[in-house]
């Protein structure tokens, strides 16, 4: 397929052509989000030579994941999702969860969203205390609800219905732009 056309096909198209083998396919999606994506990650790591280290694994982890992505989901969420698994990855090795933006990571993950004019941190501000350590329980220290449950000394069934709620409430106020 000529790269003209491949402008014109949708991110899910390009990914379906990609997981088919169309390297031409890759370098259009590549194109459309790499600047995204290094400054998602440029955003929550100081360092340089860090950056471009993660950047670099995020697309080797993509390129090795791009048969697990399921062309009923939007594209952008699940590059997103793959940076976030990739920077937690790092960090873990590091240990230096203060380095990632938390509130960033939720917005990107639990909202599939990619918004920059969004106030994220503004938005957490707006849950309930229990909603906020529940979603950063699952989306910033990939915690299963059974453990979110342990921890807030609710039933696991409780853990899904806070988080699910917080991630609604959130998903509100991404339609209003940020206000309650």
Do not use: C
Not at 78 to 100: A, G, P
């Amino acid at each position: 397929m000529r790269t003209g056309l491949l402008n014109e096909q949708t991110d899910e198209q390009l990914m379906k052509l990609y997981q088919d083998g169309n390297e031409e396919a890759f370098r259009a999606l590549y194109g459309r989000h790499s600047n995204k994506i290094y400054g998602f990650i440029k955003k929550r790591v100081g360092n340089k030579e860090k950056v471009a280290e993660i950047y670099q694994e995020v697309f080797v982890k993509i390129h090795k994941s791009k048969a697990l992505y399921n062309e009923t989901f939007p594209v952008l969420p699940w590059l997103f999702t793959v940076t976030k698994s990739v920077l937690l990855d790092e960090l873990r090795k590091e240990k230096k969860y203060e380095v990632l933006d938390m509130e960033a990571v939720e917005r990107a993950v639990a909202l599939q969203v990619f918004e920059p004019n969004i106030n994220a941190g503004a938005m957490i501000r707006q849950l309930s205390d229990i909603q906020k350590q529940a979603i950063e329980m699952r989306y910033v220290n990939d915690r299963t609800f059974e453990q979110i449950a342990e921890s807030l000394n609710v039933k696991p069934s409780n853990a899904r219905q806070i988080v699910s709620r917080g991630i609604k409430r959130l998903r509100e106020l991404v339609g209003k732009g940020g206000k309650s």
